[in-house]
């Protein structure tokens, strides 16, 4: 052990696309990146300024919007700079930054799409007492309480990853830091790393998921009470979109971390990493949001505000 050399820095190798093709790659996932910017900074400002949207349900949906915001910002500037750029590396402490970010950004998604699947649970199964079971104080406490526990969650076990020894090979066959991938990379034995994330996180979102689907099979029974076809028709399709979402994001997580396969490719992998890094950050706020009534709606009375005040 002595004479390995401790590593530094790593180097990331990106995604698997073939020279020729990079500037057409960069130019997509640029475009991505700025998407997902613009949709979610829309949707923040307009729940900010608008007091129509003061309600519980836009206030999970800024800080779901905040977190796609960051979780993809995370990845997504280092991924377009190590395209451009001769030397793909990261400094060990810029990994370990970078890993726990992710993981505070990823769970508060698990924790924010169970509050806002429990806020649709109680405005369709109990609409005659929603103000008073989601009252100001409780939707508050909901949200910190997300955020504390995400963060104390990510930090303890990038606190285990920081106790690992990396020495020889530094590169990591991925476009950000994995956690699977410097699992493969440390000297050291990480039985109780990878116990720990298939333990507490297992349960975690076996719960969270679990915990989902009730509300939603809630929902679906008093559904099935309305007389009104149309009332039926407008709840099914706002749920199918809310469960697309979680389909998508608890469907590439728990295949790429929960179940991962001894036969799966690198480049299986890091398809299903850009699904949830990438692609589901940037589908949020169209699927939440932007088709919402209300929000075109607040977007079209600030637009005529400002002409009115130029």
């Not at 806002?116 to 909901?142: Q, T």
């Not at 020889?168 to 830091?177: L, S, T």
């Amino acid at each position: 052990m002595n004479n390995q050399t401790v590593i530094s820095k790593f180097l990331l190798l990106g995604l698997p696309i073939p020279p020729e093709h990079q500037h057409l790659f960069y130019a997509l996932f640029l475009a991505m990146y700025l998407t997902t910017v613009l949709e979610n900074l829309i949707i923040i400002i307009l729940i900010l300024l608008d007091f129509h949207l003061h309600t519980p349900m836009y206030l999970f949906l800024s800080n779901l919007s905040f977190s796609d915001l960051c979780f993809s910002s995370v990845t997504m500037p280092k991924l377009l700079e190590n395209m451009q750029s001769q030397d793909p590396s990261i400094s060990y402490v810029g990994c370990l930054t970078q890993m726990y970010f992710l993981m505070v950004f990823a769970d508060m998604e698990n924790f924010l799409i169970l509050v806002m699947a429990y806020d649709r649970y109680v405005a369709i199964c109990y609409p005659l007492h929603y103000i008073s079971i989601m009252n100001p104080k409780l939707c508050v406490c909901l949200v910190v309480l997300s955020w504390v526990f995400t963060m104390l969650y990510s930090l303890f076990h990038t606190l285990f990853l920081g106790r690992l020894s990396f020495c020889g090979d530094n590169v990591i066959p991925h476009f950000f830091c994995d956690i699977s991938a410097l699992f493969k990379l440390a000297c050291s034995d990480t039985y109780i790393n990878e116990l720990l994330i298939i333990v507490l996180g297992g349960l975690i979102i076996g719960i969270l998921f679990l915990l989902i689907v009730v509300s939603y099979v809630q929902i679906v029974g008093s559904i099935l009470k309305v007389s009104s076809a149309r009332g039926v028709y407008k709840i099914f399709s706002t749920c199918g979109s809310h469960l697309s979402v979680v389909s998508l994001f608890y469907g590439t997580v728990i295949g790429v971390y929960l179940c991962p396969s001894a036969n799966s490719s690198t480049v299986k992998e890091t398809t299903m990493a850009m699904m949830y890094t990438v692609v589901t950050p940037m589908l949020n706020p169209f699927i939440y949001s932007l088709r919402n009534r209300e929000i075109k709606g607040a977007l079209i009375r600030i637009i005529c505000n400002m002409k009115i005040s130029l």
